[in-house]
Each structure stands twice: as C-alpha cells, then as structure tokens.
C-alpha cells in the first residue's frame, strides 16, 4: 500500500501524531490476534502478554522505523531470539516473529482499528505468518509497533512456557535451532542432545 501527499482541507483538525497511538495500536493488534487465533483453532492455547516479549517486540519495531527496514534481523545483526537470549540467557522454548509495515498520509494520520485489521488481513494471506498465529502451543506474546517518516513498522512476537529453567551444563550459551514451521518445532526432537533454546524461522511481511 502505497502513501500518497495530501494537505489538510483549511479548518479541517489534523489527526492525532500518530506516534501517541503506537500504545493502543499494540493493544488492539493483540486483540484482534488471540481472537483470529482461536477461529484458527478453538483449541489454542490463550497468549499472555509478557512484558519481557513486549520489550523486545517493541525494541525490533523501534529499530526498523529509525533505520528504515523490514527485516527478522537489523543491519547490525540483532534479532529477537539474539535479544532474548542477551535479556535472560536461562529461557528455554519456541519463538516465533510476524514483521510488517503499512504506510499513511498526513491527511489520514493512524487509525487505530483499520491499521490493526489490514496488519492482520496481511498476515492472514502469509502461510508462515498465519501458521505462527496458529500454534495451538504458544502461549505468550509481544506487541511493538513504532513510526518513522510515513510508515508504522510493527513486530509480534510468539513464545512458548517465559519461565527460567536451568540450562544442561553441557549445553552451550545461547544455542539456537531453526525450524522452518511450528509444526516442525514441535515434532519429537532426534535422539541428539535438544539444544536449549529453540526458534521458529518466519518470513516478515514485506
């Protein structure tokens, strides 16, 4: 979706910055998740959301709307399950990312509810992004969304059990296995030792 210039119409009030509705942005895009999440699957269990996801989720959206990308990894090579790991090096799980960015017009501003729709409309079309939303397993989430110039960036973050569990002493720091779908991570492991963390791979939305 493509932004277009536009003036405001002479005593017509302008939007509100849309910079003060990232918060409730996040909020309703969490809503709108959990309820498409059990039309997917009535049995899925119910995401929490974690203020240690929303930290992260939310440091992500930050850094593509300065730095102008859509990416799961930024320009210096961060990613979610990087940042996690550096915030509690103990966690253990699955991670999933759904990224998008939609644009605006100056006329328009943000409008809380469309914007929350077309960004899950979006990811309804993308089969890993559907599929994340879909995971009967995860059971926190993260929200962030933030705005630069004329486009809002947003990333969602998924995850299973936030709990601290102690790391095998054998088990190297910060290991991670990619998996190409939920389904995937979620198959008996090989009779190899299971690394402690896992993360499930996605495609953004771009």
Not at 28 to 57: F, G, M, T, W, Y
Request: charged share 20%; aromatic share 6%.
């Amino acid at each position: 979706m493509l932004a277009a210039c536009a003036e405001i119409p002479p005593g017509r009030p302008l939007p509100p910055d849309p910079k003060t509705q990232m918060g409730a942005l996040e909020t309703r895009i969490a809503i709108l998740v959990e309820e498409q999440r059990h039309r997917l699957d009535p049995k899925a269990r119910n995401l929490a959301i974690d203020p240690e996801l929303s930290k992260i989720a939310r440091a992500r959206a930050a850094d593509m709307a300065a730095k102008n990308y859509l990416a799961h990894a930024a320009p210096n090579g961060d990613t979610s399950a990087s940042l996690l790991m550096k915030q509690d090096e103990r966690w253990q799980g699955l991670l999933g990312e759904n990224l998008a960015a939609q644009h605006y017009t100056t006329l328009s501003g943000v409008t809380v509810n469309d914007f929350a729709q077309r960004f899950l409309d979006e990811w309804m079309k993308s089969p890993p992004h559907r599929d994340n939303m879909a995971f009967a397993n995860y059971d926190h989430a993260g929200v962030g969304a933030a705005v630069n110039g004329d486009t809002v960036y947003v990333a969602l973050l998924f995850s299973t059990d936030m709990g601290l569990k102690p790391r095998p002493p054998e088990a190297p720091a910060n290991a991670v296995t990619a998996f190409e779908s939920p389904a995937a991570a979620a198959a008996p492991p090989p009779p190899a030792p299971a690394n402690p963390m896992r993360l499930r791979g996605t495609v953004g939305a771009q």
